[in-house]
């Protein structure tokens, strides 16, 4: 049975996943809490989405979800443009819903709702913000989209556009670094639009193959944190 076990997963079908986070968005200019607001991207962010679209427009990709906020929404559309995909929009990729702290400064939240702040800093992953939701939230219905989504497109390149709060908590999924009994988690960064790269040949069987990556963009931000190998 080993041996048949083995072989299976050797012929199963190679799903690649791209996560990619937004481009900067005027809250992210700010230092804003974004949540489910409309900021919409920045200059800098439009620039930052057609670069990459630039650099995937000659990969063969089988779908293109997104987060249905505007900054996702906007940094998707490049992409959908040069390829001729649908967009699936959805609000199961959207941020953590920060409720009270929407809006406001990394100060203004520590000064008004010192509680919320700090449980959200920490990555108290069960704490519910005033208004708002808790990351085991984010992590349920961002989990349930993304499974749905790799049931659909086996076998496909599928790129999802998102948020660093989401970004972040399915590749802590993916990788098996958080269950029920998970209490605090690391911080796992993505500039605006770093790409989160996997390959996925069953729920036992995921590679990554970069964190983060933001190559494309150096000319453009400077910044150049990239991990390696193959779109």
């Known amino acids: 049975m080993a041996g048949t076990d083995t072989c299976f997963f050797c012929i199963m079908a190679v799903t690649r996943l791209l996560l990619i986070r937004h481009g900067q968005s005027g809250g992210n200019v700010n230092g804003r809490f974004g949540g489910h607001s409309d900021t919409p991207l920045s200059e800098l962010g439009c620039r930052q989405a057609e670069i990459t679209a630039d650099l995937l427009e000659s990969v063969k990709i089988g779908a293109i979800y997104s987060s249905d906020l505007p900054r996702a929404v906007q940094t998707a559309e490049p992409l959908v443009a040069r390829t001729g995909l649908e967009l699936n929009k959805t609000s199961a990729f959207r ?29 108290d992953v069960n704490h519910v913000i005033t208004e708002g939701e808790s990351y ?54 993505t500039s605006n639009c770093g790409i989160n790269r996997f390959e996925i040949r069953g729920r036992r069987n995921i590679r990554v193959k970069a964190l983060n990556d933001t190559r ?11 991990a390696g190998g193959k779109y």
């Open 136 to 189: 085991r939230e984010l992590l349920s219905r961002g989990t349930g989209a993304l499974e749905e989504i790799l049931r659909t497109h086996m076998g496909k390149r599928i790129v999802v556009f998102s948020h660093t709060g989401m970004i972040c908590y399915l590749t802590l999924y993916l990788i098996g670094a958080i269950n029920r009994n998970t209490r605090q988690t690391p911080w796992l960064v």
């Open 95 to 123: 941020e953590r819903n920060v409720g009270v702290l929407e809006g406001l400064t990394f100060e203004e939240s520590k000064e008004r709702y010192p509680d919320d702040y700090y449980a959200l800093v920490k990555r």
């Open 216 to 226: 494309h963009l150096i000319d453009t931000t400077g910044n150049n944190s990239f």
